[in-house]
């Protein structure tokens, strides 16, 4: 190539390093040295320009090279015109897309759901010092909150080194996390606080401050089921041990406030008992604790009943269960092909039409029966009013194995089909006396080990249950989904780092494959 058509490109690309000088300092970066690096660099590309095609000039005026030149000077300042105004509009209309797996920079609908029904404004305060590594990551969380609720939700940040009277005001703990949600002015103020930062706490925070009373639930005891805390060896598992305490902190977290009660005796249901929960029981109930458990939800009680794959809760149970339309049958469910390694881990996501499964169903989310018994929705012998539905089903490929083995297979006189997994009853109770609400609701679950904590992580179990604990207390925004437990790989970036980027992504890259064009384009034209 002569010398004067590489002077031609580099003169192109002096040009483009002159023109875009202005957008480096205004936009991308503001850095007065590189500003006048790409100056002192676009005039000496010039000057190679001129010094190459210096026996040109006395006949620029008269050739074509004075169009050349011209055009090419009024090309590279409509591109960059053109990337100035699309900088612009991007930075104007702010519109983001969340494109990580597990969506950790999208709010859930729960999150949405409590948010949308806040009746007054709540103020989150961070108290961290700006050098704090939290400090970038807990105000964008905060914005997504305040973007989603302009009116409802504020918040700032105060260093409490600097504010000791608010530190002793919400009795902070030094050296941790701590966000105070607060609501209300002067006395009527009330508020709560936080040192775990997550979406699911922010949120469970929120709920805990705007509701107006704690849901008490009672665990009935006596019977082998599963305990709240304390640890217990897990089926078939040698050594290794299982307890309800994530479930009992999520009901914590949510508003619930959790109770254990021993029916034998005859002890009856306590009146401030929003729901009664039966979580895996092994060993039979005597008839005068299932006369209880009948009076309750005949004046209208809650309940959730969870069936042991390990035990029988006895003929009286079975007939209190029967009244509202549901028998817990005999065996395991099985399925060879809709599973989760296992035949007897069912996975499920044949959803009825029912509110507790409808987020469920929406999300198509994966529900984990690790050993969960067959049920069987009845339509003879059932209580004065009672209706009850079909909530979640195995698969078409399903069955009920009687002798469960390792080598499990539909056999003669076995249930086959989609068998029920979980059922919702409701009764109208509008007439009773005493009646606590208007009407009764009980939720059978097949399986029990749903509620461990080793299957508690998992996002359609947990949802599932809290959905039937939300639908059964009549509580409908809690009939949602909860923010997913989310795994992000997070990168620390100080603020000279981001600029950097910032430079890079928005100017050298952008100039430098406009400045290749460039050569391509003038290379062909010399030709």
Do not use: C
């Not at 067959?374 to 209706?387: M, N």
Request: aromatic share 10%.
């Amino acid at each position: 190539m002569k010398a004067a058509n590489i002077g031609k490109i580099l003169g192109g690309f002096g040009l483009l390093l002159l023109f875009s000088s202005p957008f480096t300092l205004f936009f991308s970066s503001g850095s007065f040295a590189i500003v006048a690096t790409k100056v002192v660099a676009g005039l000496v590309l010039l000057g190679l320009y001129v010094a190459t095609n210096f026996k040109q000039f006395g006949q620029f005026a008269s050739r074509r090279s004075s169009f050349f030149f011209g055009s090419t000077a009024l090309m590279l300042l409509l591109t960059l015109g053109a990337l100035v105004a699309i900088n612009y509009i991007a930075h104007k209309k702010n519109v983001r897309w969340d494109l990580t797996e597990q969506k950790i920079f999208t709010l859930s609908p729960q999150t949405l759901l409590t948010l949308q029904g806040l009746d007054e404004p709540v103020r989150a305060i961070g108290f961290i010092p700006p050098d704090h590594p939290a400090y970038e990551a807990l105000q964008a969380t905060f914005e997504r909150y305040h973007t989603e609720a302009p009116d409802k939700f504020e918040y700032s940040f105060k260093d409490p080194r600097r504010y000791p009277d608010l530190a002793e005001k919400y009795q902070l703990t030094e050296a941790q996390t701590t966000v105070v949600l607060t609501r209300g002015e002067g006395s009527s103020e009330s508020h709560t606080s936080l040192n775990v930062i997550s979406e699911q706490e922010l949120t469970n925070a929120l709920i805990k401050l705007t509701q107006v009373s704690q849901q008490r639930v009672y665990f009935v005891v006596g019977h082998g089921e599963w305990p709240l805390e304390q640890p217990v060896p897990m089926p078939g598992q040698r050594g290794r041990t299982t307890s309800l305490s994530e479930m009992k902190q999520q009901l914590n977290q949510e508003g619930y406030s959790t109770r254990e009660i021993n029916l034998a005796g005859g002890t009856t249901v306590p009146r401030d008992a929003a729901l009664v929960v039966v979580a895996g029981a092994k060993g039979r109930f005597s008839p005068s604790e299932v006369d209880s458990l009948r009076q309750y939800l005949a004046g209208g009680g809650r309940m959730v009943y969870f069936a042991e794959a390990y035990g029988e809760p006895g003929p009286e149970m079975s007939g209190l269960l029967a009244e509202y339309g549901v028998a817990v049958d005999k065996g395991v469910v099985a399925d060879a092909q809709f599973n989760g390694g296992s035949p007897y881990v069912v996975l499920s996501l044949f959803y009825g039409q029912h509110e507790i499964s409808l987020p469920l169903s929406q999300r198509q989310l994966n529900i984990e029966f690790p050993t969960a018994r067959p049920l069987t929705v009845l339509t003879q012998g059932l209580a004065e009013g009672v209706k009850v539905v079909p909530v979640v089903s195995s698969s078409p490929f399903g069955w009920a194995e009687l002798t469960p083995d390792e080598k499990p297979a539909a056999g003669e006189g076995e249930r086959t089909g989609q068998i029920p997994l979980v059922t919702a009853s409701t009764r109208t109770t509008s007439g009773a006396q005493n009646r606590r609400f208007d009407e009764a609701r009980l939720v059978v679950v097949g399986d029990s080990e749903i509620l461990m904590d080793s299957n508690w992580g998992h996002e359609g179990n947990r949802n599932l249950v809290m959905n039937a604990f939300g639908w059964a207390t009549s509580q409908v925004d809690k009939v949602t989904i909860r923010p997913p437990d989310r795994a992000a790989s997070t990168l620390q970036l100080d603020a000279d780092m981001l600029n950097r980027i910032r430079f890079v992504s928005t100017d050298v890259l952008p100039l430098s494959l406009l400045g290749v064009g460039l050569a391509i384009w003038l290379s062909r034209r010399n030709k």
